[in-house]
């Protein structure tokens, strides 16, 4: 795995050092403003994990939303060498870089690391944001070894600020990031509202939005007994993957998947999940659901910014008859929407 991300970061230097001989492509018929502030978000999720999708997308409602003066450009992350030359000639002093939040600070997504300190070494005279972030380095030789190259790089810059969007994570910044700013605010998707279901039919059935790749933690055994218990509590069950299997989506397919996905949650009785954004979307929908932790602290962190009335249930030991009981508990949940955006005033004040 190392040799890979080492023969990766070569790879990528010297693609980076050839793109400077290019014309733009995508980003030919980009405006910059020279009067407004531009604020730059890298990283923007145009692959298929619909977690980050949502994310890029809500980010950009932020900033549309409470930085109305300013021009946002994303550079989507299949974009990331076009994009580092584009911004380095054309952005000014008062332009504001941005980095797309998420689970990938660490070394388990180290590419995408890899990039984002490429984003800080960059653009060392311009303020910019990590929007909220998960710190997920492990506590293995790779991921120390990681993790000290990461401080060095981030703590060299003069305007950095880390958003943490758990408690966990706020802690650790603090603790290796000792030069840059932290805040903590829930995960950015959270600032979204999409409970309305005006015009729609009641609800029927339950979703299943389970993991099948490395941050999973139930057993095959769990996850047999898990879909014969909601099975025998509802007649319609359907499988939803948030991982569309496909690449390169442009922001109207990237709409369109985070449309269907809610609509798909917000009609159902039931969402049954470990992913982070599984149980994000319930909230926002306004879904009741059932959660079960993953291999890291970003769910069980994440949760703690719920109500304690929510319609969200976190199941932390797996055992049949809790999980029984809580299906049953949840319905008969009546809670009703609460909007979470005054946790995000610390972030609000950077912009």
């Not at 998960?134 to 990681?146: E, L, P, S, V």
Request: contains cysteine; charged residues 25%.
């Amino acid at each position: 795995m190392i040799q890979q991300l080492i023969g990766f970061k070569k790879k990528y230097f010297i693609k980076l050092l050839l793109q400077s001989r290019k014309p733009y492509s995508y980003f030919s018929t980009t405006t910059i403003s020279k009067i407004h502030r531009n604020v730059f978000i890298f990283l923007a999720a145009d692959y298929g994990n619909l977690g980050d999708v949502a994310i890029t997308f809500a980010q950009t409602k932020f900033l549309e939303e409470y930085a109305p003066d300013a021009n946002i450009i994303e550079i989507p992350i299949s974009q990331s060498l076009e994009g580092f030359h584009f911004v380095r000639r054309n952005i000014k002093p008062g332009d504001i870089v941005t980095t797309v939040g998420g689970g990938n600070l660490g070394d388990m997504y180290d590419q995408i690391e890899y990039i984002r300190q490429l984003v800080v070494k960059l653009f060392p005279n311009n303020k910019i944001i990590s929007f909220p972030q998960t710190f997920d380095f492990g506590n293995t030789h790779q991921g120390n070894n990681a993790l000290k190259k990461a401080a060095k790089i981030y703590n060299k810059h003069k305007n950095l600020v880390f958003v943490a969007r758990e408690k966990v994570s706020y802690e650790l910044m603090q603790k290796h990031f000792t030069n840059a700013t932290i805040l903590l605010t829930p995960d950015i998707v959270l600032s979204l509202n999409k409970s309305d279901r005006e015009g729609e039919s009641g609800r029927e059935g339950a979703v299943m939005c389970m993991r099948s790749d490395k941050e999973k933690n139930l057993t095959t055994s769990q996850s047999e007994i898990l879909n014969d218990i909601v099975s025998s509590q509802y007649k319609k069950v359907i499988t939803y993957d948030t991982h569309l299997g496909r690449n390169n989506l442009s922001v109207t397919e990237r709409k369109d998947e985070l449309m269907k996905i809610w609509n798909a949650f917000r009609n159902a009785e039931l969402v049954v999940t470990d992913r982070l954004h599984g149980m994000i979307f319930c909230y926002i929908t306004n879904t009741p659901c059932l959660v079960f932790l993953n291999n890291n602290h970003k769910v069980n962190g994440t949760h703690k910014w719920f109500p304690k009335e929510c319609n969200i249930k976190l199941i932390e030991e797996f055992e049949e008859q809790e999980i029984t009981d809580s299906i049953v508990e949840l319905q008969s949940n009546s809670f009703a929407y609460s909007s979470l955006k005054e946790h995000y005033n610390p972030l609000l004040k950077q912009l």
